[in-house]
Nanobody, 121 residues
Framework: VQLQASGGGLAQAGGSLNLSCQAR????????MAWHRQAPGSQRELVAG???????NYTDSVKGRFTISRDNTGNTINLQMSTLKPEDTAVYYC????????????????WGQGTLVTVSS
């Protein structure tokens, strides 16, 4: 199983960036997918998540600014980030729960490589 993240880079405060993450190697589908981030000196935190059914959740600090979406195949998620703030600067990681067998309620958690987002003030 593999997760390939893309996007990120440098943006000015108030600007926008988009992250994408594609999952490969799924035999039985994927349950939840999510974006996490880790700023220097901080613990990794959940930013936004989306279930296989399309239910979403966000950490409070990004609500109204970030939007997570998932394509029809269920294997790719995007994170549209707008009204960026310097405190959004972090390495962003995508995460997915690959089903180990049909209707696996838990799945095997896999992580993509991080992609750096830097927001300048």
């Amino acid at each position: 199983v593999q997760l390939q993240a893309s996007g990120g880079g440098l943006a000015q405060a108030g600007g926008s960036l988009n992250l994408s993450c594609q999952a490969r190697g799924s035999r039985f589908g994927i349950n939840n997918m999510a974006w996490h981030r880790q700023a220097p000196g901080s613990q990794r935190e959940l930013v936004a998540g989306i279930s296989s059914g399309g239910d979403t959740n966000y950490t409070d600090s990004v609500k109204g600014r970030f939007t997570i979406s998932r394509d029809n195949t269920g294997n790719t998620i995007n994170l549209q980030m707008s009204t960026l703030k310097p405190e959004d600067t972090a390495v962003y990681y995508c995460n997915a729960e690959f089903r180990r067998f049909p209707r696996d309620p838990a799945g095997y958690a896999a992580w993509g490589q991080g992609t750096l987002v830097t927001v300048s003030s």
